[in-house]
């Protein structure tokens, strides 16, 4: 049973560039969400997608935008990238994006470490 | 909007040595509480996790939580720890307000060392 796959595991970007960082869900998992974990912090939450749409958002900027493709797939975009960005961010699935004690909450992804120079 | 404090940024305890993690929260409203761990090398992985009902929640691999409402508190505890539990712990909070939502808010976590 595959769980949550992000690419690429490790990447360098320079500051005012874009990038993009690409995730598949668990198997049978149709929503997914994007987190932001700078060292020494816990995760923060970006946003939720689901039914190819945004469904929630944290406080990020609008730097930060998403995509969610038919597949439930997602991609995660930062432009004009800032020292700041440099984070590993996590990707999280779920199976709809209501959380309720019968179901599982978040299966996470190993992340992909990006660094800003 | 909700906040997480963890006590302890760094525990070192010898094997078979009880454990308690601290943890906290703001938030006026009902919440569903979470303990996740992350090994190293591994992604997060959920340990436990409170929705209501009884108070003291049991997950995986030994670990209790007892949540305290008075207190705003979410402490996870295991009577004897193994080197294995070499982690990293990570508490984390969602409001409910008729329905739970994935956003969750993670303290900042306490990294866990167990000497053999």
């Known amino acids: 049973d595959a769980g949550v796959t992000q690419s690429p595991t490790h990447l360098i970007k320079t500051r005012g560039q874009q990038v993009t960082l690409r995730c598949s869900p668990k198997?049978?998992?149709?929503?997914v969400s994007w987190y932001q974990q700078a060292l020494g912090q816990g995760p923060q939450f970006i946003f939720q997608y689901y039914e190819e749409e945004e469904r929630q958002r944290g406080n990020f900027p609008d730097r930060f935008s998403g995509h969610q493709f038919p597949n439930y797939s997602s991609e995660l975009n930062v432009n004009a990238l800032l020292l700041g960005d440099s984070a590993l961010y996590l990707c999280a699935s779920s199976l709809g994006t209501i959380l309720s004690s019968y179901n599982s909450p978040l299966h996470f992804g190993n992340g992909t470490r990006l660094t800003v120079t | 909007a909700q906040s997480v404090s963890q006590h302890n940024h760094h525990v070192i305890l010898s094997e078979a040595a009880s454990l308690e993690l601290g943890c906290n929260y703001s938030?006026?409203?009902?919440?569903?509480l979470f303990w996740y761990v992350q090994y190293p090398g591994q992604h997060l992985q959920l340990l436990l996790k409170y929705f209501s009902g009884d108070p003291l929640v049991k997950g995986i691999k030994g670990f209790e939580a007892e949540f305290i409402k008075s207190k705003f508190s979410f402490n996870l505890r295991k009577p004897s720890v193994q080197w294995s539990d070499t982690a990293e712990y990570f508490c984390a909070v969602t409001p409910y307000s008729g329905a739970g939502s994935y956003q969750l808010t993670f303290g900042k976590g306490t990294k866990l060392s167990v000497i053999p």
């Open positions: 198997s049978g998992h149709d929503t």
């Open positions: 938030y006026g409203g009902t919440v569903n």
